[in-house]
């Protein structure tokens, strides 16, 4: 199971199984950025993966930039990825006059070259299994603020790496993104603590874990 909430579901619908959590990975070198020499400046480059679909819940993120803009924030606000929900996102940006804010980029094949030009990851899906992206963002050295997918639980530290969201609450949600854009000694402790965090869900260490499973079971059967 890739996460703890993963496991849960699998115990309750096939307890005759046993389950082991092994939490999915990434290649953090192909997502690592030494920030040692990035100015903090004015204007807050926030960014956001995902499939464009209702769990992913972008819509969220337009009402927290709404927030944003109406509070004379200068921040952009850089979504990566398409799917059914795209035009109906895209119209409500205009309609709420975030055209100077919002862009919407499509599917893309430099990620992390988004990441790296970036100060804050935002993430809004109600449901995720695991939360990759989140893995990814931090070890570009991104603080990440996030709502409840449950799955996502087993990827944040409260103030450690960024932000847990429990209520679908906009209001709450810019306002974190200001607080810690004006701390620059909390945002600067949050990412190098991040970029630490994701290097434990290294490809690497994952493939190790997955063969030392497989030789037990192998051993275990004889």
Not at 10 to 30: C, G, R, S
Not at 62 to 90: C, P, S, W, Y
């Amino acid at each position: 199971a890739i996460s703890n909430d993963a496991k849960k579901y699998f115990e309750k619908t096939a307890p005759q199984y046993p389950v082991t959590l092994l939490h999915n990975a990434i290649d953090y070198n192909n997502f690592y950025k030494n920030r040692d020499g990035d100015v903090h400046g004015d204007k807050i480059r926030i960014v956001n993966v995902g499939s464009f679909v209702e769990k992913k819940n972008q819509k969220f993120l337009i009402e927290v930039a709404k927030i944003l803009a109406d509070k004379n924030i200068d921040f952009e606000l850089h979504l990566l990825g398409d799917g059914e929900t795209r035009a109906m996102l895209e119209e409500k940006a205009r309609i709420l006059n975030l055209s100077g804010h919002v862009f919407f980029h499509g599917n893309i094949n430099n990620v992390e070259e988004w990441l790296w030009g970036s100060d804050i990851y935002v993430h809004s899906a109600t449901y995720e299994p695991l939360g990759l992206a989140l893995l990814e963002a931090m070890a570009a050295g991104l603080p990440v603020i996030t709502l409840d997918g449950r799955g996502n639980r087993d990827l944040m530290v409260q103030e450690k790496n960024g932000y847990l969201l429990p209520e679908l609450n906009p209001e709450n949600f810019a306002a974190k993104i200001i607080e810690l854009w004006n701390d620059q000694a909390k945002y600067k402790e949050i990412s190098l603590w991040a970029q630490d965090f994701a290097k434990k869900f290294d490809i690497k260490e994952y493939v190790d874990k997955l063969l030392a499973l497989f030789q037990e079971a192998l051993t275990g059967h004889g």
